[in-house]
């Protein structure tokens, strides 16, 4: 069984500019969701991807987007990027089994924006 | 109302003791509780995970209480070692909710 996987694992952009993060979800699972984790903070939802269509939204603004591909990878882009947006960006896979579902972590990517 | 706030910010513990880390919650529509434990430069792993329909649940050395009137639960690490020494998150989330709402985190340091 394959984990979940992300790259690049660590990234830096000035700010203004546009970013892509990739994200390989665990064998067998269907949904992916995305949180952003600032340093010393515990993580925040940004959304979650289900059958290629956004499934939840947490408080960040439309810069903030993502796509989900029929082999459940996903990508979350943000552009027009400011210092604020410095953190550890990871994404999680689940199976959504329309109960609880228990969302496994990928070791994240670093993103400093400078 | 979808904070779940957690104690301590940081926590030193000799090896051999019994580490604790307490969350509380405000939403009664919570009713899925999962630990997670960080280390440096990796992503949170699920530790253990309770439902409201149980005051508690233990798994091996780690084990959590869970008082739904208070609305509080706490992870208990036993026999407390080196490699324990990680970050720990609280979390919560209801069913059918495509998010998990995560605590501010506890660092956790056993001393040898």
């Known amino acids: 069984e394959t984990g979940v996987t992300q790259s690049p694992t660590h990234l830096i952009k000035t700010r203004g500019q546009q970013v892509t993060l990739r994200c390989s979800s665990q064998s067998g699972h269907n949904t992916v969701s995305w949180y952003q984790q600032a340093l010393g903070q515990g993580p925040q939802f940004i959304f979650q991807y289900y059958r290629e269509e956004e499934n939840g939204r947490g408080n960040f603004p439309p810069r903030f987007s993502g796509l989900q591909f029929p082999n459940y990878s996903s990508e979350l882009n943000v552009n027009a990027l400011e210092l604020d947006d410095s953190a550890l960006y990871l994404c999680?896979?689940?199976?959504?089994?329309?109960?609880?579902?228990?969302?496994?972590f990928g070791p994240g990517t670093r993103l400093t924006v400078l | 109302q979808q904070q779940v706030k957690q104690s301590p910010q940081s926590l030193i513990v000799q090896k051999g003791g019994i580490s604790i880390i307490n969350c509380a919650y405000e939403n009664t529509a919570f009713d899925y509780f999962p630990w997670y434990q960080q280390f440096p430069g990796k992503g949170p792993a699920l530790l253990i995970a309770i439902r409201p329909d149980v005051s508690e649940k233990k798994e091996g050395r780690f084990t959590i209480s869970f008082n739904k009137s208070a609305k509080q639960f706490s992870l208990h690490i036993m026999d407390s070692q080196p490699g324990d020494s990680a970050t720990y998150f609280c979390a919560a989330s209801w069913q059918g909710a495509q998010k998990l709402v995560f605590g501010q985190g506890t660092r956790l340091t056993i001393n040898p």
């Open positions: 999680a896979s689940s199976l959504l089994s329309g109960v609880y579902n228990e969302q496994f």
